[in-house]
């Protein structure tokens, strides 16, 4: 019986890089939001694989970072709500999404505002605004 032919992906290698750069982070930020590694995985896997679809736009857009950051929230988010319509995590549920996504990179990842604001592909000053506003709106 006669195998039928392997199925060949070769994908590019600035994307697998960019994978590379980027997965651990984003896989403790879905961890950070969904609480359990399995979906963080899923969703990380998922939101790289719509990356990898739309390789070519995103390499085009402004800013590829920023392209990657909404592909990964939207997949975080969407896991989140399949298990409960509520997020999981109570700073999406006091802020904007951006103002949380910022204090989940810096307070519960540790990463610095330039670590952040590059894995967001934002700038640096809209990171800093995002925390001092959230921090400005803390319950005292």
Do not use: K
Request: aromatic residues 6%; proline residues 6%; hydrophobic residues 45%.
């Amino acid at each position: 019986m006669a195998h039928p032919a392997s199925l060949v992906i070769s994908l590019p290698l600035e994307y697998t890089a960019f994978c590379l750069r980027h997965q651990e982070l984003y896989h403790r930020y879905g961890r950070v939001r969904l609480r359990h590694e399995a979906a963080s995985r899923n969703a990380v896997a998922a939101a790289l694989g719509d990356l990898a679809l739309n390789w070519d736009g995103a390499l085009r857009s402004a800013c590829l970072p920023a392209v990657a950051w909404r592909l990964l929230r939207a997949r975080v988010q969407a896991a989140a709500r399949a298990s409960d319509p509520r997020p999981p995590d109570t700073l999406h549920r006091a802020w904007p999404a951006d103002q949380a996504d910022a204090l989940i990179l810096r307070y519960r990842l540790s990463l610095t505002t330039d670590q952040s604001a590059q894995l967001m592909g934002v700038d640096p000053a809209v990171i800093a605004t995002h925390l001092r506003t959230a921090l400005r709106d803390l319950p005292r």
